[in-house]
């Protein structure tokens, strides 16, 4: 028998005491052994809960008890859950997290500290939800260089941008109903700006490309500038707008940002709506691989939780993740990346504008006293240049 | 170094040598150890090859030969695939193959032998080509019960589908245009009639309920039957119609088939178009989870097949997929599920037939004397003998 203790007994802590306790018989067998959770550490009591009477409120009684090999952490954020961590590592256990915040700020530590000690810290739950992206990424993607990863990776933002689309409503109504819906929170910023799917694509990217990348470095913009009237053209032109999360290896070095897109239907993508999670991955030789699935939800996410702890169960002498090479990854400066834009710009139809921007499309919506196009391909520098001479109302990458 | 020889240098095979190669470095870092083709198995020569002189007639040479401790099997077919692949494993080495026809025929007393004899017998590129599909299912779904796979398992079928709904091409046409393009073949019945999808989805189908499926057992359908008008129904519906290799666990027990279907437009296989792959899980915990990508083509075929090489090299000791138990998966009678039906009835609108088929929802196309319904759900065997009451042109099961 394997003994585990959770870190945080929320929604996604009690979710995984609910996965290891409904699929006990099945997780058993795939872990050559039962996994019982005997233990949670949380501020709360869980009066009438069924593990009622495990619950204790000191580290420590977790960290010293050398019964218990396995340690969930589904706390969130950095404090104190990087201290917890790192103390269960050192004690010679394993770790399974769903924390994006504490991988993205700690991960290469954490992981380098796992190899010394011989244990797993693994984290296939802080991206995607219930989507299996991490081991894949590490176990399966292993015969071709990734020169691109991209992924819908905020339920949040992309239910809203469905939203949007399908039912035409403004950013302000859509952001209401996600909030009364429970998909945002009171205050959305982590969403709606994108920092959430920046910690996300950081994770991913690191990964990728085997050596750690700095959420900091991220170019970061979220969808609180997209409006209906994007919507609009985005829908006459059979496009959808999505928020995503991306890296790509270029000629110049490697790019990543978070930022709205624009694409088209044939974009693997595109059909990913509401509170749906998919990542592409791309490489020369293996070509187009997508991975979807639910990036959110109590029993997705635990699920997820649950495989690392069966693989940690199975795999007892040390973590399938790294350790990453001393330092960061150097990202290209997002700022030099070719990219076409769409752009709205005021007024009437004006070739000097079109000619300008390499405008090869044009499109107008009828009862607009304005005109939107797609650019030639140049960089936001030069975008940058453009826009204070032109009166642009708008403008949104275009990804291929 | 660890020596690898491939058994088959055709498409597949050439395209293991070319990204072991190719991505030598990256793959001598992920494996631990760096991989060498060191010799190919094949009756043709090959002037001009990079493996020119490295080719053999006599799969002795290979079994014999202490130094090769990982074998590539990308011959195809069962004979002599079978009798090469057992004497390897029981000669020590390590197999991987793309080889569906094998697999679903002799999965289990292959992976018995490499059990017994501590080496990996692995499959991943034989099931959706490029897409991580079979060690997804074996290392990352293991928290949760699998209720559904489903698959577009055959590119071939797929992309003539693809082409019917959006050229509204008949049948005849587009396979003749499959087989100019060279995704079909001369003869394309083992793709046309479902019988690649069938290997694909029992082997898929083992590996996701941990007893073998016997492929012979799973009632398979193509898509002869699917025409023009059938398309065009679809269209107006909004939906579309695919072929499915699909498992599913009911309250009576599995049911397996391959078989048309038609899908609504919020399906995750919906938007899988072209000679592209994607596979389903359902899981009552997970939600719904999908793998996509490019299910044929030499190079990310083979990369599947080098991702189980880098697998076998990393985990020397044995397979990390079953044995299996004793006996075959007892499927349920295909003939006894409930399904939804799409029919086409010939003649004007019927309102005695509607009401035999308990039909909900009416579609008319213009200019045809004849009319399309969705049924209430019912088994085949009841619609059989509907079928015989009334002129019912053609008949399609909806899949949720």
Redesign the interface.
């Known amino acids: 028998m394997i003994k585990l203790a959770v870190l945080g007994y929320g929604n996604i802590g009690s979710g995984v005491v609910?996965?290891l306790l409904?699929?006990r018989e099945?997780?058993a067998?795939?872990?050559g052994d039962e996994i019982v959770p005997v233990c949670v550490l949380d501020l709360r009591d869980y009066p009438g809960d069924i593990m009622e009477d495990k619950v204790v409120k000191d580290i420590n009684l977790i960290v010293n008890d050398p019964e218990i090999s396995i340690v969930v952490e589904t706390m969130g954020g950095t404090k104190p859950a990087y201290d917890y961590v790192k103390a269960c590592l050192l004690a010679g256990k394993h770790v399974a997290t769903s924390n994006k915040a504490l991988v993205a700020a700690h991960g290469p530590e954490l992981l380098a500290i796992a190899k010394e000690k011989q244990v797993n810290f693994l984290f296939?739950a802080s991206v995607g939800g219930?989507?299996?992206i991490i081991?894949?990424l590490t176990?399966?993607?292993?015969?071709?260089?990734v020169n691109e990863i991209t992924g819908i990776l905020n339920g949040t933002t992309n239910f809203m941008l469905t939203s949007m689309a399908e039912e035409g409503c403004a950013y302000d109504a859509i952001l209401k109903k996600a909030q009364e819906l429970g998909y945002a929170e009171r205050d959305p910023s982590a969403d709606v700006e994108g920092h959430d799917a920046c910690r996300k694509i950081a994770i991913l990217s690191s990964l990728a490309f085997?050596t750690w990348v700095d959420y900091n470095d991220i170019a970061t913009e979220g969808i609180t500038k997209i409006s209906d009237v994007d919507m609009a053209y985005a829908r006459k032109m059979g496009m959808a707008i999505k928020l995503f999360g991306t890296s790509r290896r270029q000629a110049d070095g490697i790019y990543a940002m978070v930022s709205p897109v624009m694409i088209r239907k044939?974009h693997?993508l595109?059909?990913v709506n509401g509170v749906m999670n998919?990542v592409l991955v791309r490489?020369s030789?293996?070509?187009?691989?997508?991975?979807?699935?639910?990036g959110a939800?109590k029993?997705?996410t635990?699920?997820?939780?649950?495989?690392d702890?069966?693989?940690a169960a199975k795999n007892p002498q040390g973590s399938e993740i790294g350790p990453f090479p001393e330092g960061k990854l150097v990202l290209a400066d997002q700022k030099n990346e070719k990219r076409v834009w769409f752009l709205r710009i005021d007024g009437e139809l004006n070739q000097e504008a079109l000619n300008a921007f390499g405008a090869a499309e044009v499109v107008l919506l009828d009862g607009k006293k304005e005109f939107a196009c797609l650019s030639a391909p140049m960089s936001e520098t030069e975008l940058d240049g453009l826009l204070a001479k032109y009166p642009v109302l708008s403008h949104i990458r275009i990804a291929e």
């Open positions: 609910s996965v409904e699929n099945l997780i067998k795939k872990a296939e219930g989507i299996p081991r894949p176990t399966c993607i292993t015969a071709d260089a085997g044939n693997p595109f059909a998919a490489g030789m293996m070509g187009d691989l997508m991975f979807y699935g639910a939800g029993l997705p635990a699920t997820a939780v649950v495989s702890v069966v693989a």
